[in-house]
């Protein structure tokens, strides 16, 4: 192929990139259906909830509402984007109170923001890890004392961590998250009273919210459907960039592209479970584009299967493979690959 025909290839794509996103981005009218069927179906959960509280049929609709406080989460998290909908004031104010419901600040979405700018660069200049699941390489691993190996083992298990973890952070840690965005590289620049003002109105709600359910006696119900939320959510971030190959790289090499294409999944869900993980699975093309909403993400990349071979590198990953992901917890820097605790030798 000529340097002419090649040029011609990157124009067109760029193109038809530009003409997909005008065809799939956000609407009022895709939005306001969307949002309104999750508040139907999540007010009948909460319903179900109160109608059977103290019986121990309560555990179903407990179970339906964990599934939808992962929907909720996602609606939240494409407001942070700006992409759930076309009015910026509309996603913050949508932003704000299904981040109530999750337990999570709406400025979440600056640090989510500073993951999408630096998911697979290891020389960022915001100083964030390039993969927000992978805390030490193989050599720092293998550096370590034998009772902080055995430490970080048993915190890092499936076992321990998606019990406990997932929980406690939206619990208790994402109370006191401001802290962390006032003293570190962001790719978004707020005011100190701003993000304090958010963190104290969110703390503030939430604690309404809680002692709501107390009143009505459903508080421990909604804990767990919270439980289930956080630990299938942390479950998807995981698999969402933990697989082989990885894609690990620098500022000179490193584009929004690769980051969608070759360094986020496309997790092959269950058809009765896609509601609920509300399009986040084909996150190869949210990390390309974050500006088009999870209502239409599948239909996004269903039209550009059927047209083109641009997904084909995409790594698309089975259930089977995102369970056993959850194991992979270090970078190996010597094969390239990510490994479990009891690879190394």
């Known amino acids: 192929m000529n340097l002419n025909a090649m040029i011609y290839d990157i124009y067109m794509s760029q193109i038809n990139e530009a003409q997909l996103f005008m065809k799939y981005k956000s609407s009022y009218a895709a939005a306001s259906y969307d949002f309104c069927k999750h508040v139907a179906y999540t007010s009948v959960a909460f319903y179900a909830i109160w109608l059977l509280r103290g019986s121990y049929w309560s555990i179903f609709p407990a179970t339906l509402l964990g599934l939808l406080n992962v929907k909720t989460f996602i609606i939240f998290h494409d407001c942070g984007h700006q992409s759930y909908t076309p009015s910026k004031l509309l996603n913050t104010l949508l932003g704000i109170i299904t981040g109530v419901l ?3 600040p ?85 005011h100190t009273t701003h993000l304090i003002t958010e963190q104290l109105v969110h703390n503030t709600l939430f604690g309404l919210f809680m002692y709501g359910l ?25 698999n969402q960039h933990t697989f082989n190959p990885p894609y690990i790289t620098t500022d000179d ?93």
Not at 222 to 229: C, D, M, V
Not at 314 to 333: A, G, I, P
């Open 102 to 104: 999750v337990g999570t």
């Open 106 to 190: 709406y400025s979440w979405s600056v640090r989510h923001d500073t993951h999408h700018a630096t998911n697979g660069n290891i020389e960022n200049k915001y100083d964030w890890r390039y993969n927000e699941h992978i805390y030490y390489t193989v050599g720092e691993y293998k550096a370590m004392s034998p009772r902080k190996q055995q430490l970080f083992q048993w915190f890092i298990s499936p076992e321990i961590f998606y019990i406990f973890m997932p929980l406690l952070n939206f619990l208790v840690l994402e109370r006191f998250s401001v802290i962390k965005l006032l003293y570190r590289k962001t790719r978004q620049t707020y």
């Open 214 to 238: 107390w009143q009505y006696e459903i508080l421990y119900l909604w804990l767990l459907s919270l439980w289930i939320a956080s630990n299938i959510g942390v479950m998807l971030f995981h």
């Open 253 to 345: 090499t490193w584009t929004v592209k690769d980051s969608g294409i070759k360094g986020s999944s496309y997790i092959d869900i269950p058809i009765w479970l896609k509601y609920f993980t509300g399009g986040i699975e084909y996150h190869h093309i949210h990390h390309m584009n974050s500006k088009i909403p999870g209502y239409n993400l599948q239909r996004y990349h269903e039209e550009v299967v059927k047209t083109s071979t641009v997904f084909d590198e995409v790594y698309q990953m089975s259930m089977r493979e995102f369970y056993y992901n959850l194991w992979l917890v270090l970078y190996d820097e010597n094969t390239s690959r990510y490994v479990r605790c009891r690879d190394i030798l």
